[in-house]
């Protein structure tokens, strides 16, 4: 347990000395800047718009797309910080001769994994928290609109950077660094168009498409979560609004059911034993 | 009453191999390390000196055979707690001091040494001046010290260190070399892989030699080193006697004065370690 809490605290500690947190909040401020500038715009721009579908609430559907938006850009941005507190975990480390004399202290290779991963995720989790909450906030502040659920839609994000933090540290195991970034951010793509493929799929009532959607989601539950958590900020709205809402480009969210928590948690167990079990087979 | 006592090598190889595909990098390695006993590997590149090292530690896993670690399998924590490591190509994080560094090691290693064990350390390496000064503003050489006082922490009864003079000055060697007598007299046993002859001949008590993944030569270094004649200095010049040796020194002098020659030196020759070095691993390693 101590050299769980040590390695966790070395690998903070670093994110910090070489400013990595700095970095982030800086350019996080100015992201929130920039959305709390489109947030005011937008709402001005339907204020003094009269011409509105009757039924259709204007403030709930720019709200929702305001927010939308912004949980992808906060995923985006938690996904970055995964990654880079992540990749070269292992085999990057073992290359660059920084992880050797660690685990001859000893440290366990399954301590110093799940240190890792627990370190990284509680930091990016915590991260796009607070990053939601901000925008949401700023969101109310300017338009006057909430979401309909708050922890919801902040746990599901907190958990696909778990997931994402769970790849990147077993792709560690695998691949150097560079090598495994790229992998990670590819897969984050992938996991981003077959969310796209459900939407386009629900427009041309493709089932098809939706089908691969679905399941592309289900392997990545990353994408599953994020979905759930998209539809999670309108779950109360109904009637027109609800379709203004769907027809949008962050309306189209999937409710993956009671399931997709369960299976997020499994999905972290078979991804972690997977890791440790390259890891522990692993020359270094 | 006379007390039978087994005693613990500190680090006991039987029959190692290992293998990376189809390349075999130890074919049947055997080996033994005492209690306080500093053992030298020599070997050219690839010979599997490191991948030995790295069996010992746990950080490689053998293909068959066994490595204990003062009588524990390598790669178990009983067995990694008993050893120090100081691996070939080495890293410590930049932003850390030297202080730092082995504070960490202290906390994962489970030391209570607290402060007085990093300034002991800091001081026999020779870097209690820079406790504080980050790694990254180090030279090679400094780190390299460092990487040794790490591999100290907790005193171990085993230290590997693979080649820890070579990013190292004369005067850096110098302290390493007091560094391992004064290891040796306080018992731990130091298994040390370098490809400075000259240094291992110097300091260790035993060595083997390792070549395409076996031990081709083993023994003391005086062992290792061969009779190469006796030179006697007379009045008519040096003559070689090729094939005497050290218990053939009397004799000859004696020969050479009854026959009415002056006699003004007599030196013993032996071969080098070197010579014994490249003799074992062949023409291909000059």
Redesign the interface.
């Given at each position: 347990m101590n050299a769980a809490r040590t390695i966790a605290g070395l690998g903070l500690q670093e994110a910090v000395r070489r400013r990595v947190f700095l970095i982030v909040a800086v350019l996080t401020v100015c992201y929130l800047a920039l959305y709390g500038l489109g947030t005011w715009q937008a709402f001005e721009e339907v204020e003094s718009e009269s011409s509105s579908f009757r039924g259709v609430e204007p403030d709930v559907v720019t709200g929702a797309y305001l927010l939308g938006l912004n949980m992808f850009g906060t995923l985006f941005l938690g996904t970055i910080l995964a990654v880079f507190l992540t990749l070269g975990t292992v085999r990057g480390d073992a290359e660059r001769g920084l992880l050797q004399p660690l685990l001859v202290r000893p440290v366990p290779r399954r301590t110093l994994l799940a240190a890792r991963f627990a370190s990284a995720s509680l930091v990016c989790g915590a991260y796009v928290i607070v990053v939601f909450l901000i925008s949401m906030t700023i969101t109310w502040a300017l338009g006057g609109w909430w979401p309909d659920r708050i922890v919801e839609p902040a746990l599901g994000l907190a958990a696909s950077v778990a997931i994402l933090c769970a790849l990147s540290l077993a792709g560690s195991v695998f691949l150097a660094s560079t090598a495994n970034g790229i992998a990670v951010f590819m897969v984050f793509g992938a996991g981003l168009v077959a969310g796209l493929l459900g939407q386009i799929g629900e427009a041309l009532s493709s089932d098809t498409l939706s089908d691969v959607a679905t399941t592309a989601s289900w392997i990545l539950p990353f994408e599953a979560l994020y979905q759930s958590a998209l539809g999670a900020i309108t779950a109360d709205t109904v009637g027109f609004t609800r379709l203004a809402i769907d027809l949008g480009p962050f309306g189209g969210a999937e409710d993956f059911g009671p399931l997709l928590w369960p299976w997020a948690i499994a999905y972290l167990a078979i991804v972690g034993a997977i890791a440790l079990r390259a890891f522990a087979a692993r020359d270094l | 009453m006379l007390e039978l006592r087994a005693v613990t090598p500190a680090l006991a190889v039987s029959d190692l191999r290992k293998s990376?595909g189809r390349t075999e990098a130890l074919r049947g390695v055997a080996l033994e390390v005492g209690e306080g006993e500093l053992f030298g590997l020599l070997g050219p590149n690839g010979a599997g000196k490191s991948t030995l090292v790295?069996i010992a530690?746990?950080?490689?896993?053998p293909t068959t055979g066994s490595a204990h670690v003062a009588g524990a399998r390598a790669g178990t924590?009983p067995a990694?707690?008993a050893?120090g490591?100081l691996?070939e190509?080495?890293?410590?994080?930049e932003?850390q001091s030297a202080d730092e560094v082995l504070a960490?090691?202290q906390?994962?290693?489970?030391s209570d040494g607290g402060p007085r064990e990093r300034g002991e350390l800091l001081e026999l390496v020779g870097l209690e001046a820079a406790a504080d000064r980050p790694v990254g503003q180090m030279s090679k050489g400094m780190q390299q010290r460092l990487?040794i006082a790490?591999a100290m922490i907790g005193s171990p009864k085993l230290l590997l260190l693979d080649e820890p003079t070579s990013a190292l000055d004369p005067a850096g060697r110098r302290t390493v070399r007091r560094l391992l007598e004064e290891l040796r007299s306080r018992g731990v046993a130091v298994l040390l892989n370098s490809h400075l002859l000259s240094e291992v001949e110097l300091v260790c008590d035993r060595v083997a030699i390792i070549n395409h993944g076996e031990v081709v030569a083993a023994g003391t270094p005086a062992e290792l080193s061969k009779p190469g004649g006796v030179e006697v200095e007379t009045a008519a010049g040096s003559r070689v006697f090729a094939a005497a040796g050290r218990d053939d020194a009397p004799r000859i002098v004696r020969d050479l004065v009854s026959a009415g020659e002056e006699v003004y030196g007599v030196r013993v020759l032996t071969s080098s370690l070197e010579d014994a070095y490249l003799e074992a691993v062949g023409e291909g390693a000059r």
């Open positions: - | 990376y790295k530690c746990g950080l490689v896993r924590l990694q707690r050893l490591y691996a190509l080495f890293r410590f994080p932003w960490l090691h906390r994962l290693s489970g990487g790490q």
